[in-house]
C-alpha cells in the first residue's frame, strides 16, 4: 500500500537570520525535514520547529548535510567515508535531543543537499551514511531522491526506505536532481 507524506525542509534560520516560513509551512505538512545546524539551522532554530511539529502532530526526520554554512550545504565536499559517517551520527544525535525532549521520536533521515545529491550515484557516501543510521537507530526510515542508490544500500541493510520527489525542482532524465 502507498501513502503520501507531505513534506517540506524546515528549521533552516540561523542566529539572527530568518529564512523560510516555518510557522505558515508547518500547518500543511505531514513531516518536517529539520535542518541539524550544519547546512542551516541552530539550537534554537530547532527547539522551535520541533516544539511547533509537536503542536500540529508532525512528525520530525533530521536533514543532515556537510558543514557548509556558507554555501547552504550545496556545495561539493571531498570527505572520506567516516567523516561522512559521524558527521550525519552527530546531526542526528543533535535533532534527536530535542525530539526526546517534546516525548516525541525522531523518524527519519533525510540528506540535503550536495550530500543528498551525491547519494544519487556515490554508494560509499550512501553506505557512511546507512552506517551512521544503522548505529544510532535501525527503526529510522531513510528518506532518498527516487533512483538513488541510497535506497538500494538502506533496503540492503534492513533499513525502511521512502522515495522522495520534489514538486518544486527539475530533473534529469536519469532522475538526479537538476543543480540550483
Known sequence: MYSIDLNSDMGESFGAYKLGGDEEIIKYVTTANVA?????????????????????????????????????????MVLSHDEVKNYVRYQIGALA??????GMKLQHVAPHGAMGNACQYDEDISTAICEAICEYDKDLIVYYCAGAVLGDIAESRGL?????????????DDLSLVNC
Open 160 to 172: 525502511r526506505t521512502a522515495s522522495e520527489i520534489f514538486a518544486d525542482r527539475a530533473y534529469m
Open 36 to 76: 541539524c545546524g550544519w547546512h542551516a539551522g541552530d539550537p534554537m532554530v530547532m527547539d522551535k520547529v520541533v516544539r511547533m511539529a509537536k503542536e500540529r502532530g508532525v512528525m520530525v526526520g533530521a536533514h543532515p548535510g556537510y558543514p557548509d554554512l556558507l554555501g547552504f550545504g550545496r556545495r561539493k
Open 97 to 102: 535531543a530535542f525530539t526526546k525532549s517534546y
